[in-house]
């Protein structure tokens, strides 16, 4: 008997029950928002666009921002 088939026939007679993970579902997000990009604060600032994001049981809109990269 392999290996392969002596692991299947203990997993299946030890008694083991491997419960599912629960599944989420949220609602889609809503469109995103227009924003209005103001001018860069300097050549090594870049755009981030703002999003949706989940808080407790809905989505709060997170304006976009300057980041400034290295």
């Known amino acids: 008997m392999t290996l392969l088939a002596t692991g299947l ?8 029950v491997v419960s599912p993970r ?23 600032h870049v755009w981030v666009p703002g999003e949706y994001r989940w808080r407790k049981n809905h989505y709060v809109w997170v304006p976009g921002h300057y980041r400034r990269v290295r």
Do not use: D, N, T, W
Request: include cysteine; proline fraction near 26%.
């Open 9 to 16: 026939l203990i997993y299946m007679f030890s008694g083991c």
């Open 22 to 44: 629960p599944v989420v579902v949220r609602p889609a997000p809503p469109a995103p928002r227009v924003e209005v990009i103001p001018r860069k604060p300097s050549p090594r």
